[in-house]
């Protein structure tokens, strides 16, 4: 799962500060074929941006939810939220909205779903709800069946054609939650910022690739030649990190 966070803070429902006692999670999508997150928030370098201006960070909007789950800049699915959006269709519910995209691609569902499912299960396991209990875990069209939402499809004009219910939602999430694969929604807390693991190593790989693109500083070059012309280093990415192994071969061929 990839969580960015990005407070959408000049919507209006953010201004109004309000919170949310919860008791359960619903699930809507976005009733639009865009399947990129980047539709409905200002974005960054690794959701992909914005450039439209109609994303849901501005006043004079009377919608916004809690998070989306949709495709990012990379064309994989991830997630974004902002927890304290507020003001979501009831005051019992975190929602959030998948991107939809023409309700006919099995790849796409597949992941997003996925996503989807991740995410509930984390807020179940951040506010100790059970997915299986009557009504912790609904749709937005579940919702209208209880009267607790107003009159909208989604997501069972979706689900329901990629093969999945809610039902089928609820026990994908209650087993994520059994494996042990939600993730800790008590552990990447810190700042503003949420890290998973799996987003630190990518954030590890792409500092690398920053690294390994850097020139040899002024001060070193000549030195780095020399090194060169002596055979202990090709002089390739000069200001990445040098393995062990990297580090014995220099020695070794410094010694030759
Ligand atoms: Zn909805």
Redesign the pocket.
């Known amino acids: 799962m990839r969580l960015r966070r990005q407070y959408l803070t000049k919507n209006d429902c953010y201004q109004t500060d309000r919170t949310i006692s919860v008791r359960g999670v619903?699930?809507?999508?976005?009733?639009a074929d865009n399947p990129r997150v980047s539709r409905y928030v200002p974005g960054d370098g690794e959701m992909g941006r914005n450039t439209a201006g109609n994303h849901w960070d501005r006043p004079g909007l009377t919608k916004c939810v809690h998070a989306f789950v949709g495709g990012f800049a990379d064309g994989e699915a991830g997630e974004h939220r902002g927890w304290h959006a507020g003001g979501a269709?009831n005051n019992t519910h975190i929602?959030f909205?998948i991107c939809e995209d023409g309700l006919d691609d099995p790849v796409y569902f597949g992941k997003v779903y996925r996503e989807a499912a991740e995410l509930t299960a984390m807020l179940c396991r951040k506010f100790s709800l059970d997915p299986l209990a009557d009504g912790v875990v609904i749709?937005?069209?579940e919702?209208h069946e209880r009267s607790v939402?107003?009159n909208?499809g989604?997501?069972l004009h979706w689900f329901p054609k990629m093969g999945k219910s809610m039902d089928d939602f609820r026990a994908d999430v209650a087993s994520l939650i059994k494996d042990g694969q939600s993730p800790d929604p008590e552990e990447p807390e810190g700042g503003d910022e949420d890290v998973t693991y799996e987003q630190w190593k990518e954030f590890m790989d792409r500092y690398r690739r920053e690294l390994s693109q850097r020139p040899a500083p002024e001060w070193g070059r000549e030195e780095l030649e020399q090194a060169k012309a002596l055979g202990f280093t090709d002089g390739k990415r000069p200001q990445d990190l040098a393995s062990r192994q990297e580090v014995a071969s220099m020695i070794l061929r410094a010694q030759e």
């Open positions: 619903m699930v809507h999508s976005t009733g269709a929602g909205e749709c937005h069209a919702g939402a107003s909208h989604d997501v």
